[in-house]
C-alpha cells in the first residue's frame, strides 16, 4: 500500500494532462490568431501575413457620404482608412495577394493584411463588403476589374476582403 504508485498514476496521469495542455494551447492560439475553421461551406478568409482585428457583428462607425466636385476612382481617404481592405490570394500563384495589394495602396487605399483564401474556389476576383458599405466595395471592384458580394457571417466585418483570382 505504501510503496510505488501504479504504472497509471505515476507516467500516463501526467502524460494525459501534458498533452491535454499542449492542445488547448494550440486550440487557443488557432482560435486567437483566427486559423480556426469552420463546417460549413461558407467562405472563410485566413490572413497569413498579418492579424487583422477581430468581427464584430455590426460595422464600428456609419459610413457617411463625402461630396466631392469631380469623380475619381480613388476613396475619400477618411472612408479607407476607416475600412481597410484584406487582400487574400484565390489561386495557387505564389505572392498574387502581396502584388495586388501594393496596386491598390497606391489607389489610395489602406491594407489591413495579404493572405491565402481557403473559402470556396470562385472564378472571378471578389470584393465581399460587410453590411452598409457596398458603395465602397463598388469603387474598389471598379478600380480592379472585380465583382461585389455581401460578406457572410464569418467573415471580418471592419474590412473589405478582396479575393483575387486573376
Given amino acids: 500500500m505504501y510503496g510505488r504508485a501504479p504504472f497509471q498514476e505515476r507516467v500516463l496521469i501526467p502524460a494525459a494532462v501534458i498533452f ?4 488547448l494551447l494550440l486550440f487557443g492560439g488557432m482560435k486567437l490568431f483566427g486559423m480556426g475553421g469552420s463546417s460549413d461551406a461558407a467562405p472563410v478568409a485566413s490572413a497569413s501575413d498579418q492579424i487583422t482585428p477581430g468581427a464584430t457583428d455590426q460595422p464600428s462607425v456609419t459610413p457617411t457620404e463625402v461630396p466631392t466636385d469631380a469623380a475619381s ?34 489607389l489610395g487605399w489602406t491594407i489591413s493584411g495579404v493572405g491565402n483564401w481557403s473559402g470556396v474556389t470562385i472564378q472571378k476576383s471578389v470584393v465581399y463588403y460587410p453590411k452598409g458599405y457596398q458603395d465602397l466595395a463598388n469603387t474598389l471592384a471598379e478600380s480592379m476589374s472585380a465583382v461585389t458580394k455581401q460578406s457572410d457571417k464569418t467573415m471580418d466585418q471592419n474590412v473589405l476582403t478582396f479575393v483575387v483570382v486573376q
Avoid at 491535454?20 to 492542445?23: A, D, E, L, R
Fill in 73 to 106: 476612382d480613388s476613396p475619400t481617404s477618411a472612408v479607407a482608412e476607416e475600412l481597410p481592405v484584406l487582400v487574400l490570394n484565390g489561386t495557387s500563384t505564389a505572392g498574387l495577394a502581396k502584388t495586388v495589394s501594393e496596386e491598390i495602396k497606391k
Fill in 20 to 23: 491535454g495542455t499542449i492542445f
